[in-house]
Each structure stands twice: as C-alpha cells, then as structure tokens.
C-alpha cells in the first residue's frame, strides 16, 4: 500500500473544500425542519461570491466592525463614469468617486424588488481613531429600486457625498451594500437619519427587519 504525501493529502483537501451558508444565514431563513433532528439545507437569498472574495470582506474588517452577521454573498459592479469598479480591495481617489455612480448586480439573488443601497465609512475621523465601534458615515441612502441592474435609481433618502476623508487620515473603507425589502415600500422620512455621522448599521437593519445585506462592494480611497 502507497501512502500520499502530505502535499497531495493538502491539495486534496483544498480543492474538495466548498464554503457552506454561514450559521447566522442558516438560522435566519429557518432551515431546520422536520422531527428526529433532521434539517434540509436552505441555500442563502443570494450567490455567486468566490472564496477569495469572501475572504477580502472578512479580512478586511467590515464585517466585524460594522456588526454584520456575515459578508454580502453576491457582488456588485459600480461604475463611476468610465471607472468600473468590479474588485473589491482597490483604492480609488476622491476625485475618481465624487459623482454618484450607477450600481448594478453581479451574481444572483433569491428575492426580488424592491431593493435598498446604502454607502457608509466606517472609518471616520480615521480607521486608527473611529467614532464609536459599529458606527459609520452614511454617504448614500437608495430605497425602493426596481431593478437589480439599477440599485441607485429609486427614492434618495440621503443623497450621495462622495469620498472626502481628511487629509493624513489613512485610507478609507466605502462601503455598498444591498438589502430585499421584503415587498415592502419604505418611507424616506423612516429611513433617512437626521446625521449623517455616528450612524449604525443595526438601526437600517431593524427599521428594514433584516440585518443581511444580500450584496456588496467596497473599495477605498485617502486623500494624502
């Protein structure tokens, strides 16, 4: 009998490792169901994320510090006039993000319209110094989109203020994300904060009843 060397067991092990819906997600949409223990798998409201870039989210930071359940499982494109960004962990300039983009889906989802986009910071005054842990800028507030090709056209509750992060402060973590709406048509005046600073990613989720974004994008930008 031949045994594998360890590099093959490794390589194996490797390419046969698939990444499974989180625990939170699992909990969320209720998988467990039937008697005597059993569960049947329910997949996540979206997909089509790779392993690496699933790894950038967590590696990143965003998850923990703006208290996510877990990382957006579906991408976004977001074009700023002939910039498209459609990598995440890319720095940018201010001037290269200070109009409004146009956001549109890439990957799949398992709900449909309408939808929500919100841009954040949560690096201010600086990634070394933030406000308050979980708390962030709001740069940009979308509600009630159509169209998963057209996440920024809807009804604007805070309209967009591109990067401006002080000078010397370090890079920046913008941040896009998506939310279902569940059907429901949400009111500008429930939604938008009365500051831009100091605001908390639970109080969107809670007014929206879901703290999973089902898509994302982030980059960052500094101003040296």
Same mark, same amino acid.
């Given at each position: 009998?031949?045994?594998?060397?360890?590099?093959?067991?490794?390589?194996?092990?490797?390419?046969?490792?698939?990444?499974?819906? &989180?625990?939170?997600?699992?909990?969320?949409?209720?998988?467990?169901?039937?008697?005597?223990?059993?569960?049947?798998?329910?997949?996540?409201? &979206?997909?089509?994320?790779?392993?690496?870039?699933?790894?950038?989210?967590?590696?990143?930071?965003?998850?923990?510090?703006?208290?996510?359940?877990?990382?957006?499982?579906?991408?976004?494109?977001?074009?700023?006039?002939?910039?498209?960004?459609?990598?995440?962990?890319?720095?940018?300039?201010?001037?290269?993000?200070?109009?409004?983009?146009?956001?549109?889906?890439?990957?799949?989802?398992?709900?449909?319209?309408?939808?929500?986009?919100?841009?954040?910071?949560?690096?201010?005054?600086? +990634?070394?110094?933030?406000?308050?842990?979980?708390? &962030?800028?709001?740069?940009?507030?979308?509600?009630?989109?159509?169209?998963?090709?057209?996440?920024?056209?809807?009804?604007?509750?805070?309209?967009?203020?591109?990067?401006?992060?002080?000078?010397?402060?370090?890079?920046?973590?913008?941040?896009?994300?998506?939310?279902?709406?569940?059907?429901?048509?949400? &009111?500008?005046?429930?939604?938008?904060?009365?500051?831009? +600073?100091?605001?908390?990613?639970?109080?969107?989720? +809670?007014?929206?009843?879901?703290?999973?974004?089902?898509?994302?994008?982030?980059?960052?930008?500094?101003?040296?």
């Amino acid at each position: 009998m031949t045994l594998a060397k360890p590099s093959t067991l490794l390589f194996l092990l490797v390419v046969t490792t698939t990444w499974q819906p &989180s625990i939170q997600e699992t909990a969320k949409e209720g998988s467990s169901v039937g008697g005597s223990g059993s569960k049947t798998k329910v997949e996540p409201m &979206s997909g089509g994320i790779t392993l690496p870039d699933l790894f950038l989210w967590r590696d990143s930071g965003i998850v923990t510090d703006l208290g996510m359940d877990d990382a957006p499982h579906a991408l976004l494109d977001v074009q700023y006039g002939n910039l498209l960004i459609s990598e995440l962990n890319q720095t940018y300039t201010p001037a290269q993000t200070s109009n409004a983009p146009t956001v549109k889906l890439r990957g799949y989802l398992r709900c449909g319209p309408p939808f929500s986009l919100l841009m954040v910071d949560p690096d201010a005054p600086s +990634r070394k110094q933030p406000t308050k842990p979980s708390v &962030s800028t709001v740069h940009w507030m979308v509600l009630n989109a159509n169209s998963d090709e057209k996440f920024h056209e809807g009804d604007e509750a805070v309209s967009y203020r591109g990067p401006k992060p002080p000078r010397g402060s370090g890079p920046h973590r913008y941040v896009l994300l998506v939310y279902c709406q569940d059907g429901q048509i949400l &009111s500008k005046a429930d939604m938008a904060p009365s500051d831009r +600073r100091g605001y908390k990613l639970s109080t969107f989720g +809670r007014k929206l009843k879901t703290k999973l974004a089902v898509a994302g994008a982030f980059f960052y930008a500094e101003n040296k």
